[in-house]
């Protein structure tokens, strides 16, 4: 899948968020990027499909809003075309990726999203 149609599949996920849960949607942007580095301390192995950056809604104080920087949701494209064996594989796991990172701006942790069948 080319970089074009995997971005395409990404915005496509984001048009499947309902409209209720968009709007709650608070300073927040989605990026595309090749691959994770995993950072320094971490296992040189990780791979993440993706990636939340930020404070979550459920931890925002009044404090927050001056200045803050956008929380970012990175979706990385080469272990996600890894682990899919076919391009209706690839939107499937774009799809997923997209709603587990949403998630997480949330405040839901990775347990629980395992629990809901979107880990």
Wanted: net charge negative.
């Amino acid at each position: 899948m080319s970089a074009d149609e995997f971005e395409e599949a990404v915005a496509d996920a984001l048009q499947l968020i309902p409209e209720k849960v968009a709007q709650a949607m608070d300073n927040v942007a989605v990026f595309i990027e090749e691959d994770y580095t995993p950072r320094p301390g971490e296992d040189p192995d990780t791979v993440l499909l993706g990636l939340y950056e930020g404070v979550p809604l459920t931890e925002r104080d009044s404090w927050w809003d001056a200045g803050s920087l956008p929380d970012r949701i990175t979706i990385f494209r080469q272990p996600i075309l890894e682990i899919c064996a076919s391009r209706e594989d690839v939107i499937d796991e774009v799809a997923i990726t997209v709603v587990h990172e949403i998630a997480h701006h949330f405040g839901i942790d990775d347990h629980r999203l395992h629990d809901l069948g979107w880990g």
